[in-house]
Structure formats: structure tokens, C-alpha cells
């Protein structure tokens, strides 16, 4: 083998790992987006999609004894609105995290060891140090990139964890400014311009409003919003729906068909438009007016890019990894926030009045993020595969022909096994 061959590796063997769960399914959502943005930005990746639970896992030990992923638990308990305590609950699901570290670990190892990817990308929270350490301790220098699928960390040991060999990219200057106050240097910080969204959210084409929404039996002259709480719903909607009876209303239920039926025998005064799971919000935002659900990160950033000003609640029962969202709401300008959704026919009435003033800061909003993304990951691997050429490993620090024995080549395959191609 040759020199040139060993410090050469072809840029369309790269194996690029997106780490995810289902947990809510924004973070699984967001990993797909990623993939696909990475897809359209030409990059010569081989893409894998890792479902952390299925590593933990891999016998579906829990199913088995409980009957449901551990994911339909959480899931289910954000369809029916049981979300009050989960702040106290997390600090106990830290702690267990914490208290299985060193087995996580020798999962984790095992799965890098076997799978040796060349960057691995973290949409998850919670589980980052030990992703991290494993993957430094059996792939030295692969880089571990941590992408927050939220607009800002929720301290301690949520998204941002210190003292790791890692890149965070950030979508606020809210989160820039807290991976600083973790001890990162500006290197490993990477700003974007927002959250990850689908591509749908940004090359959705004019349409007919009016004609759409008279194809799907709304009102093409009534103010309309759009009620959405995420892929699983929420009994949230039934509230909300009750307190709207004169306000047109696309309400998204998402997989939970239950909601679904309970809403489209509820009594109105107005059209309403009841959708179970669609690949289509977007289309299904493009005949919206204003938005009204939870301060997800995702549902937000989606319904801004639609231009749709937002009315969301900001209360005890608001997940708390998603409570700064209905700050950066009022910072931004681009709707209203309840203490409780008891106050959404006020709020209505308010966001429609002045709707033009609220729109008009959901277009000074520009994300980029789709086409941020991409390039950011790839200047760290590049940055990485630099390092070594040059060199010099960024976990060691140490000159690469500063080795006790054996030849630079020869030690660079044994140190960093999962890096390099053979020719």
C-alpha cells in the first residue's frame, strides 16, 4: 500500500452516522431531514440511520416484558397531555443514565467497534456523553457532532455536556451562547440560522388559497388556523376546539386516530377540516392563517417558514426542554403566549387583528438551516481527515511520527482503524 493511498480516503466511502429515537418524534423527523438535506447538497456519504434504542436494546427486551417500546410510553403520555412532572422526571431519568454509564459504554463501544463510522451526528439528548466517550475510546478522532433539535439546552446534562471531544451545531444564538458558557471554544461551535426542517417547509410553491381551501370544504374568506401538537396529538385540541366554535380550524392529529374521531363529531359553527396522519402539513399550513399548538421546536420553526404568526402555552405542563421556545416567540415577535390554552379566544381575537404586524416578523425570519447543515458537517470531517494528513490527531494532540515504533502509516491504521479505507 502506498503513502499517497493510506492518506487518501475516498470521499464516497465516508460513512456518516444520525443518531435518533422516537421519543416524541421530532428527533426521528429531524434525522431524516438531515439525511435528506444531506442527499440534495451532492455530498458522496453513505448515510445511516441509527436508532439508539435498537442498539441499547437490540432484543426488544422491553417489549417483550411491557408490551410497547419505550418510546410509546413517553408518546402516550404526550397524546393524553400527562406531561405535568416530567421536569422532576427527567432529573430521575439523568440520574439512571448516569448510574448505567459504564454499561452504556460497553454497548456503545461494541456498536462503533463493529459499525466503524467516520463521523457519527447526535439528534438526541441525554445519552451525548456517553455516545461520545465510546466513540473517542474505540474510533479516536472520528468527530462526534451534536446537532440540538431544540432552539436552546435545557442545563444540566440535557443537550449540552461538558468537557467532551465534540462540535455542537446550534440554531439560536441562545444555545451559541450557552455551549460557550460550558467551556467550548468558538471551533467547535457552529451557529445555523434555525432549526432543521423538511424540504417541503421551504419549496412549497404558490398556490390557489382559495380554491384549495374550497376543495377541502373550508371557507376561502374566514381567518383559518391550523391546531397542531406534533405526530401524536394531543387532548389539548379537544379544549381548544370547544373554545373555538365560531373559528375555522385544520386540526392535525397525527397518529392518534381517537382524537380524530371525538373532534369530527364535535359540534361547530364553523368549517373544520380534521386531518389524521399526513405527509402534507405543509400544504395543509399553505391554508392557514395563524398557528396554535405546543412550543415545539420543530412545529414552530415549520410554521414560521410557512409565515404563519403562532399562539402557544408556556405553562407547568410545557415540556421543559421547551419552555426558552415561547421566549424566543415574544422575542421574535411572530405571536402570542398563554398561560393556558382557557385564554385561546382572547388570544385569537388579538392575533387576528393585527395579524399583518405578526406576519410581517415571521418574514424577517430567514432559515437556512437545510443548506447550513451539510456544509458545516462537512468542514468537520474535512477538518478532521486534515488533522491527520498533517499529522496530527485531535484526540492525542501528538505528531503523527512521534510514535514509539513502527512506521507513521502503520501507525495511524492501528490507532485509528475506523478512518481509513484500505485501497
Known amino acids: 500500500m502506498t503513502r499517497a493511498a493510506l492518506l487518501s480516503p475516498r470521499p464516497s466511502d465516508r460513512t456518516v452516522d444520525l443518531v435518533y429515537f422516537n421519543a416524541g418524534g421530532g428527533h426521528r423527523a429531524s434525522a431524516l431531514a438531515l439525511e435528506a438535506a444531506i442527499h440534495r447538497a451532492g455530498l458522496p456519504w453513505a448515510v445511516r440511520l441509527v436508532n439508539l434504542r435498537e442498539v441499547l436494546d437490540p432484543k426488544d427486551s422491553f417489549r417483550k416484558l411491557t408490551g410497547m417500546d419505550p418510546e410509546d410510553v413517553y408518546n402516550k403520555r404526550l397524546a393524553r397531555g400527562w406531561t405535568l ?30 459499525t466503524e463510522p467516520d463521523m457519527v451526528v447526535s439528534l438526541i439528548p441525554n445519552f451525548n456523553r456517553a455516545l461520545c466517550e465510546a466513540l473517542a475510546s474505540t474510533l479516536p478522532g472520528v468527530p462526534f457532532v451534536t446537532v440540538l433539535t431544540d432552539l436552546a439546552d435545557h442545563p444540566p446534562n440535557f443537550w ?9 451545531v446550534c440554531g439560536s444564538p441562545r444555545a451559541v451562547q450557552q455551549a460557550r458558557e460550558a ?8 451557529a445555523s440560522s434555525g432549526m432543521l426542517i423538511r424540504s417541503a417547509f421551504h419549496d412549497a410553491k404558490p398556490i390557489d388559497r382559495a380554491a384549495a381551501r374550497i376543495s377541502t370544504g373550508l371557507d376561502p374568506d374566514r381567518p383559518t388556523g391550523i391546531v397542531l401538537f406534533g405526530g401524536q396529538g394531543s387532548k389539548a385540541m379537544l379544549g381548544i376546539a370547544k373554545r373555538l366554535p365560531d373559528t375555522q380550524l385544520i386540526l392535525a392529529c ?37 398557528f396554535i399548538g405546543k412550543p415545539g421546536p ?12 403562532v399562539i402557544v402555552v408556556r405553562n407547568r405542563w410545557t415540556l421543559p426542554q421547551e419552555r426558552y421556545n415561547a421566549q424566543w416567540v415574544r422575542e421574535q415577535g411572530v405571536g402570542l403566549v398563554c398561560a393556558s390554552f382557557a385564554k385561546v379566544a382572547k388570544a385569537v381575537d388579538e392575533l387576528t387583528l393585527h395579524l399583518e404586524r405578526y406576519r410581517a416578523a415571521t418574514r424577517g425570519i430567514r432559515n437556512e438551516a437545510i443548506v447550513e447543515l451539510p456544509r458545516i458537517l462537512q468542514s468537520i470531517l474535512e477538518g478532521r481527515t486534515l488533522e491527520l494528513q498533517f499529522g496530527c490527531t485531535r484526540a492525542s494532540g501528538r505528531p503523527a511520527g512521534s510514535w514509539e515504533s513502527g512506521t507513521t502509516e502503520e501507525k495511524l491504521w492501528r490507532n485509528h482503524p475506523g478512518m481509513w479505507r484500505r485501497a
Open 160 to 168: 449540552i455536556e461538558k468537557g467532551l471531544d465534540q462540535h455542537f
Open 254 to 290: 397525527g397518529h392518534n386516530a381517537k382524537l380524530a374521531h371525538v373532534l369530527r363529531a364535535l359540534p361547530s359553527r364553523a368549517p373544520r377540516l380534521v386531518l389524521e396522519f399526513t405527509p402534507d402539513i405543509a400544504r395543509y399550513m399553505q391554508l392557514a392563517d395563524f
Open 85 to 114: 412532572g416530567l421536569a422532576q422526571e427527567l432529573k430521575l431519568l439523568q440520574g439512571m443514565i448516569r448510574w448505567g454509564h459504564s454499561t452504556l459504554l460497553r454497548q456503545l463501544q461494541q456498536h462503533w467497534l463493529a
Open 183 to 190: 467551556g467550548y471554544s468558538d471551533d467547535r461551535i457552529h
Open 298 to 309: 420543530g412545529s414552530l420553526s415549520e410554521a414560521v417558514q410557512m409565515r404563519l404568526p
